[in-house]
């Protein structure tokens, strides 16, 4: 039966075998056939010019000259540069290393062709390109690859040239590019995907034609025609998936026809004249469905729209678009200079721009649609006017219902606009309008915003879990009526103009408090959540006392304010900031306020907010900064703060000067006290522990730090020489209860004046010797700056996040005999021709990782140091802190033993061991050994009483490191027995496993015979 089986199993490798042979033979054949059939497509050789971009200028004269004639003689370029044979440069390969262009040709009217090249890597600069051409005509770009540059293929001034079947993709701006009067060029089967514009012509691009190119998924427009770009005729391109198709800004007389858009489509811009002047026919597709474009047309009905994809409607009255369906497109409808239409029961919804767009129309109705999912759901912009917005829905848009620039007297009621940014958005000029009966609820900025119009009116609209907002002119924001009847989570809205003395019982249950132009008012113990808080524009003199404003989007805002008090609010988990003091918001307290675990800031000030008092505050665990001080707030007194927890700095002043912290507590922030271009500033006694950096002073001049107390992070600088070495920092600053040492401009300090350092900063100082010091848990230990030809010797630097900083301008210092324990980063050098180490010993770096295979102290391989100037230490000190690893093989736990001492088997996993040593009695006698292997002292073993003992072998390496094993066993003596061993549990153990092992041995041996 065996020889059966292994009979079979012959055959079947056999016949796999054959099959093998004939399956590769077979394939071979198929593969020659192929060979001998395919016709080769490119006749002329290869050429990898990486490094080496091509740069003809055919206006260059002169020895060296790169014109044609001298690219004529280059192995990489053919033809004689007429029409019958035109020069031509192909089968090119060009990584251009990140600079300039790969091909630039320029001045040339020669014929000439480029193809078949591939030409990536430009440079970063805005001309930078696979392929530019620079004043040229008649050349032709064919099937060429220009992606992954700055733009692909760029053309200036350039006319009747052809671009055929060329990619130009994955751009970092355009993927083709005719900029400034490129006139009567042919842009066709070309592909530009995946760039930030796909195919873009501007200024004065006239007669051009495109067509039949691809210009998809890229992030703004497929196939923008940009101003002055005239009679183009775009022809069967596909434009999909981009936020905006095709689109036609501000040029005329251009020809639309047989595109093809998915996900995008067509958007217009210009005047009447420009606007009505183009020819789009329903060929072109949206989502596979026709563009509707008509212009000048009266009274037309939805029999003129069947199936739309989308509609376009310029200086067209009285007509009727009713229950259709525009998704998924650019934009659904749009009106331009159309008055008198009416819109109604349409779905306009999941477009990438808007969903229904007027533009300088007038009169228009739009009721009872729906536009949801839409960047802006309705648009009305710049001069729409008695316009009528009555029950749509737009939800989840960027901007619910959006009007923009001059738009007046227009209604808007009964409207729904939920879950997004805004709601309803009246911005710049846009004056009485009215809004009534409208929801507006759970939008991230406000429910309605009224943004720089005046004399708009609100009444009835309610808005739950956001408000509303003003922005604009004293004139105008007391110009709006906003009435009580609106309501924030059913709670009045209180609005109030140019009131003196208003008092709690003038905001009875408050949903939110609006004053302009108020003084001598008192609001306090109130409740102002889930809405839009408390805002003060231009008010004096009130009293925020005890309220509480949480989770609105900003807490308490006060604008142009002065004179203010803000005593004892809470104003936590705003989307925004707890507290804010907007431009010029002057001589304003706030005290005793907690402002934690909002979005952006606890307490805000911004814009020449000076002569405030930030006194007493808590403002911890929000996501961005504790407070802030930015653009010009000077002068301001910031005193027993908490700042603590934030997700970014603690307290930070950028650009803001004259300022006292004083006596506050920064903890566990990214950063504690941040100060960034902002000077002459005073910061005394405050508290600043366990942040990455605790006091940060960058590019600020002229700031005095005293008594600052700091643990687990220190101070840093960094700027100009005339920045770092303008400050008064004195040594009453203390780094871990010990002094901080900034010394500006010194030469020769020794190690005296540096006595118990807690922190070192050196700025300018020359041939300084800093030694013997033990400096941990700061930010950096020692930081030097514009310092040269220092020493440092012999210092222990532990615990920080940088152990030792040198700046990019201190050079030619030595650094040698110091022990670098548990740092984030061992050290930075980020100088020039600074050594770290002696030329015979370096540094000791605990996170060092080679090996010392000749055991002279100094690691075999160099120690590399971070930072930019690629520094190493040569001779790094090797110290090996890990201890013997001692194995017990014998005797094995609670084996039995007599009066005779039994023999031990150990192993040592240590390379550099030392003496190996053992004890009986608890650590009071050591016994040292010489092999692994012996047997333990009889006297001692004798000497030993019955029972459970206890036996450590201990082993230590030349570094000193001890490890140590035990193992029990127990001494038995047998009544009758003076002496013997006592055969043990381990080996009756290993008699039984030899016994098995022979036993197996023996019946393997049977079954061969």
Same mark, same amino acid.
């Given at each position: 039966?065996?020889?059966?089986?292994?009979?079979?199993?012959? +055959?079947?490798?056999?016949?796999?075998?054959?099959?093998?042979?004939?399956?590769?033979?077979?394939?071979?054949?198929?593969?020659?056939?192929?060979?001998?059939?395919?016709?080769?497509?490119?006749?002329?050789?290869?050429?990898?010019?990486?490094?080496?971009?091509?740069?003809?200028?055919?206006?260059?004269?002169g020895?060296?000259?790169?014109?044609?004639?001298?690219?004529?003689?280059?192995?990489?370029?053919?033809?004689?540069?007429?029409?019958?044979?035109?020069?031509?440069?192909?089968?090119?390969?060009?990584?251009?290393?990140?600079?300039?262009?790969? +091909?630039?040709?320029?001045?040339?009217?020669?014929?000439?062709?480029?193809?078949?090249?591939?030409?990536?890597?430009?440079?970063?600069?805005?001309?930078?390109?696979?392929?530019?051409l620079?004043?040229?005509?008649?050349?032709k770009?064919?099937?060429?690859?220009?992606?992954?540059?700055?733009?692909?293929?760029?053309?200036?001034s350039?006319?009747?040239?052809?671009?055929?079947?060329?990619?130009a993709s994955?751009?970092?701006?355009?993927?083709?590019?005719?900029?400034?009067?490129?006139?009567?060029?042919?842009?066709?089967?070309?592909?530009?995907?995946?760039?930030?514009?796909?195919?873009?012509?501007?200024?004065?691009c006239d007669?051009?034609?495109?067509?039949?190119?691809?210009?998809?998924?890229?992030?703004?427009?497929?196939?923008?025609?940009?101003?002055?770009?005239?009679?183009?005729?775009?022809?069967?391109?596909?434009?999909?998936?981009?936020?905006?198709?095709?689109?036609?800004?501000?040029?005329?007389?251009?020809?639309?026809?047989?595109?093809?858009?998915?996900?995008?489509?067509?958007?217009?811009?210009?005047?009447?004249?420009?606007?009505?002047?183009?020819?789009?026919?329903?060929?072109?597709?949206?989502?596979?469905?026709?563009?509707?474009?008509?212009?000048?047309?009266?009274?037309?009905?939805?029999?003129?729209?069947?199936?739309?994809?989308?509609?376009?409607?310029i200086?067209?009255?009285?007509?009727?678009?009713?229950?259709?369906n525009?998704?998924?497109?650019?934009?659904?409808?749009?009106?331009?200079?159309?008055?008198?239409?009416?819109?109604?029961?349409?779905?306009?919804?999941?477009?990438?721009?808007?969903?229904?767009?007027?533009?300088?129309?007038?009169?228009?109705t739009?009721?009872?649609?729906?536009?949801?999912?839409?960047?802006?759901?309705?648009?009305?912009?710049?001069?729409?006017?008695?316009?009528?917005?009555?029950?749509?829905?737009?939800?989840?848009?960027?901007?619910?219902?959006?009007?923009?620039?001059?738009?007046?007297n227009?209604?808007?009621?009964?409207?729904?606009?939920?879950?997004?940014?805004?709601?309803?958005?009246?911005?710049?000029?846009?004056?009485?309008?009215?809004?009534?009966?409208?929801?507006?609820?759970?939008?991230?900025?406000?429910?309605?915003?009224?943004?720089?119009?005046?004399?708009?009116?609100?009444?009835?609209?309610?808005?739950?879990?956001?408000?509303?907002?003003?922005?604009?002119?004293?004139?105008?924001?007391v110009?709006?009526?906003?009435?009580?009847?609106?309501?924030v989570?059913?709670?009045?809205?209180?609005?109030?103009?140019?009131?003196i003395?208003?008092?709690?019982?003038?905001?009875?249950?408050?949903?939110?408090?609006?004053?302009?132009?108020?003084?001598?008012?008192?609001?306090?113990?109130?409740?102002?959540?889930?809405?839009?808080?408390?805002?003060?524009?231009?008010?004096?003199?009130?009293?925020?006392?005890?309220? +509480?404003?949480?989770?609105?989007?900003?807490?308490?805002?006060?604008?142009?304010?002065?004179?203010?008090?803000?005593?004892?609010?809470?104003?936590?988990?705003?989307?925004?900031?707890?507290?804010?003091?907007?431009w010029?918001?002057?001589?304003?307290?706030?005290?005793?306020?907690?402002?934690?675990?909002?979005?952006?800031?606890?307490i805000?000030?911004?814009?020449?907010?000076?002569?405030?008092?930030?006194?007493?505050?808590?403002?911890?665990?929000?996501?961005?900064?504790?407070?802030?001080?930015?653009?010009?707030c000077?002068?301001?007194?910031?005193?027993?703060?908490?700042?603590?927890?934030?997700?970014?700095?603690?307290?930070?002043?950028?650009?803001?000067?004259?300022?006292?912290?004083?006596?506050?507590?920064v903890?566990?922030?990214?950063?504690?006290?941040?100060?960034?271009?902002?000077n002459?500033?005073?910061?005394?006694?405050?508290?600043?522990?366990?942040?990455?950096?605790?006091?940060?002073?960058?590019?600020?001049?002229?700031?005095?730090?005293?008594?600052?107390?700091?643990?687990?992070?220190?101070?840093?600088?960094?700027?100009?020489?005339?920045?770092?070495?303008?400050?008064?920092?004195?040594?009453t600053?203390?780094?871990?209860n010990?002094?901080?040492?900034?010394?500006?401009?010194?030469?020769?300090?020794?190690?005296?004046?540096?006595?118990?350092?807690?922190?070192?900063?050196?700025?300018?100082?020359?041939?300084?010797?800093?030694?013997?010091?033990?400096?941990?848990?700061?930010?950096?230990?020692?930081?030097?700056?514009?310092?040269?030809?220092?020493?440092?010797?012999?210092?222990?630097?532990s615990?920080?996040?940088?152990?030792?900083?040198?700046?990019?301008?201190?050079?030619?210092?030595?650094?040698?005999?110091?022990?670098?324990?548990?740092?984030?980063?061992?050290?930075?050098?980020?100088?020039?021709?600074?050594?770290?180490?002696?030329?015979?010993?370096?540094?000791?770096?605990?996170?060092?990782?080679?090996?010392?295979a000749?055991?002279?102290?100094?690691?075999?391989?160099?120690? +590399?140091?971070?930072?930019?100037?690629?520094?190493?230490?040569n001779?790094?000190i090797?110290?090996?802190d890990?201890?013997?690893?001692?194995?017990?093989?014998?005797?094995?736990?609670?084996?039995?033993?007599?009066?005779?001492?039994?023999?031990?088997?150990?192993s040592?996993?240590?390379?550099?061991?030392d003496?190996?040593?053992?004890?009986?009695?608890?650590?009071?006698?050591?016994?040292?050994?010489?092999?692994?292997?012996?047997?333990?002292?009889?006297?001692?073993?004798?000497?030993?009483?019955?029972?459970?003992?206890?036996?450590?072998?201990?082993?230590?390496?030349?570094?000193?490191?001890?490890?140590?094993?035990?193992?029990?066993?127990?001494?038995?003596?047998?009544?009758?027995?003076?002496?013997?061993?006592?055969?043990?549990?381990?080996?009756?153990?290993?008699?039984?496993?030899?016994?098995?092992?022979?036993?197996?041995?023996?019946?393997?041996?049977?079954?061969?015979?």
């Amino acid at each position: 039966m065996k020889s059966k089986k292994k009979v079979l199993y012959l +055959i079947t490798l056999l016949t796999i075998s054959l099959l093998s042979s004939i399956v590769s033979t077979d394939i071979k054949i198929n593969l020659d056939l192929i060979e001998k059939t395919q016709i080769p497509i490119k006749q002329s050789g290869f050429w990898d010019l990486t490094g080496n971009p091509i740069y003809i200028d055919d206006l260059a004269t002169g020895v060296g000259a790169h014109n044609w004639t001298w690219a004529e003689a280059q192995p990489w370029c053919s033809g004689s540069g007429n029409w019958t044979d035109p020069y031509v440069i192909e089968n090119v390969t060009i990584n251009a290393q990140y600079s300039g262009n790969c +091909i630039e040709i320029k001045n040339s009217d020669t014929y000439f062709i480029v193809r078949n090249c591939s030409l990536y890597n430009s440079g970063s600069s805005w001309e930078n390109t696979g392929i530019k051409l620079d004043n040229v005509d008649s050349g032709k770009i064919i099937n060429n690859d220009c992606s992954n540059n700055f733009h692909g293929i760029y053309l200036s001034s350039c006319n009747n040239n052809t671009l055929l079947g060329n990619t130009a993709s994955n751009n970092n701006f355009y993927g083709i590019y005719l900029d400034f009067e490129c006139v009567n060029n042919t842009l066709s089967g070309n592909i530009a995907n995946y760039n930030y514009y796909g195919i873009y012509l501007s200024w004065y691009c006239d007669n051009n034609t495109l067509l039949g190119n691809t210009a998809s998924n890229n992030y703004n427009y497929g196939i923008s025609i940009e101003s002055y770009c005239d009679n183009n005729t775009l022809s069967g391109n596909t434009a999909n998936n981009n936020d905006y198709g095709i689109s036609l800004y501000g040029g005329s007389n251009n020809r639309l026809s047989a595109n093809s858009m998915n996900y995008c489509g067509i958007s217009l811009y210009g005047s009447l004249v420009e606007m009505v002047s183009h020819s789009i026919d329903k060929t072109n597709l949206v989502n596979n469905k026709p563009v509707y474009y008509y212009a000048n047309e009266m009274g037309l009905k939805s029999s003129n729209f069947t199936n739309a994809g989308q509609i376009i409607l310029i200086n067209c009255t009285n007509s009727i678009i009713s229950g259709l369906n525009f998704s998924d497109g650019t934009t659904g409808i749009y009106l331009g200079y159309s008055n008198n239409n009416t819109l109604s029961g349409n779905s306009a919804s999941n477009n990438g721009y808007t969903g229904i767009h007027l533009y300088n129309s007038d009169n228009n109705t739009i009721s009872g649609n729906t536009a949801n999912n839409n960047d802006y759901g309705i648009f009305l912009n710049w001069y729409c006017d008695n316009n009528t917005l009555l029950g749509n829905i737009a939800n989840n848009n960027g901007y619910g219902i959006n009007l923009e620039s001059y738009c007046d007297n227009n209604s808007l009621s009964g409207n729904t606009a939920n879950n997004k940014d805004y709601g309803i958005y009246l911005g710049w000029n846009c004056d009485n309008n009215t809004l009534s009966g409208n929801t507006a609820s759970n939008n991230y900025f406000a429910g309605i915003s009224l943004s720089g119009g005046s004399n708009n009116k609100l009444s009835m609209n309610s808005m739950n879990f956001c408000g509303i907002s003003l922005y604009g002119s004293l004139v105008e924001m007391v110009s709006h009526s906003i009435d009580k009847t609106n309501l924030v989570n059913n709670k009045p809205v209180y609005d109030y103009a140019n009131e003196i003395g208003l008092e709690s019982s003038n905001f009875t249950n408050a949903g939110q408090i609006i004053l302009i132009n108020c003084t001598n008012s008192i609001i306090s113990e109130l409740n102002i959540s889930e809405g839009s808080g408390i805002y003060l524009y231009y008010c004096v003199n009130n009293t925020l006392s005890g309220n +509480i404003a949480n989770n609105n989007q900003y807490g308490i805002y006060l604008w142009d304010s002065d004179n203010n008090t803000l005593s004892g609010n809470i104003a936590c988990n705003n989307g925004d900031y707890g507290i804010c003091l907007g431009w010029n918001c002057d001589n304003n307290t706030l005290s005793g306020n907690i402002a934690n675990n909002n979005g952006n800031y606890g307490i805000n000030l911004d814009f020449e907010c000076v002569n405030n008092r930030i006194l007493g505050n808590n403002v911890s665990y929000n996501n961005n900064l504790g407070i802030s001080l930015s653009m010009d707030c000077d002068n301001n007194t910031l005193s027993g703060n908490t700042a603590s927890n934030n997700n970014f700095y603690g307290i930070y002043l950028w650009g803001s000067d004259n300022n006292t912290l004083s006596g506050n507590t920064v903890n566990s922030n990214y950063r504690g006290i941040y100060l960034e271009y902002s000077n002459y500033n005073t910061l005394s006694g405050n508290t600043v522990n366990s942040n990455y950096k605790g006091i940060n002073l960058d590019y600020s001049n002229y700031n005095t730090l005293s008594g600052n107390l700091l643990n687990f992070c220190g101070i840093s600088l960094y700027g100009l020489l005339v920045e770092m070495a303008s400050h008064s920092i004195d040594d009453t600053n203390l780094v871990n209860n010990k002094p901080v040492y900034y010394y500006v401009n010194e030469t020769g300090l020794e190690s005296s004046n540096f006595t118990n350092a807690g922190q070192i900063i050196l700025i300018n100082c020359n041939n300084s010797i800093i030694s013997e010091l033990n400096i941990s848990d700061c930010t950096a230990g020692m930081f030097l700056g514009y310092s040269n030809n220092n020493t440092l010797s012999g210092n222990i630097l532990s615990n920080s996040y940088y152990g030792i900083w040198l700046d990019s301008t201190s050079n030619y210092n030595l650094i040698f005999l110091n022990h670098f324990i548990n740092n984030m980063i061992e050290a930075v050098d980020d100088g020039v021709n600074n050594k770290w180490d002696n030329g015979t010993i370096g540094n000791y770096w605990d996170y060092y990782y080679g090996v010392d295979a000749n055991f002279d102290g100094i690691g075999d391989t160099p120690y +590399i140091i971070s930072g930019t100037a690629g520094s190493q230490d040569n001779f790094p000190i090797y110290r090996d802190d890990t201890a013997p690893v001692i194995t017990i093989n014998f005797p094995f736990f609670i084996s039995i033993f007599g009066l005779n001492a039994p023999n031990y088997i150990i192993s040592i996993d240590e390379l550099d061991l030392d003496t190996i040593w053992y004890t009986l009695d608890g650590g009071e006698t050591i016994y040292i050994i010489t092999s692994l292997t012996g047997t333990f002292n009889q006297t001692a073993w004798e000497a030993l009483s019955e029972g459970r003992i206890t036996i450590r072998f201990y082993a230590n390496d030349t570094y000193g490191n001890i490890g140590f094993k035990d193992v029990e066993v127990i001494i038995a003596i047998p009544e009758d027995l003076d002496e013997g061993p006592i055969i043990s549990f381990g080996y009756y153990y290993m008699l039984f496993t030899f016994i098995t092992i022979l036993s197996l041995i023996i019946l393997e041996k049977q079954k061969k015979k």
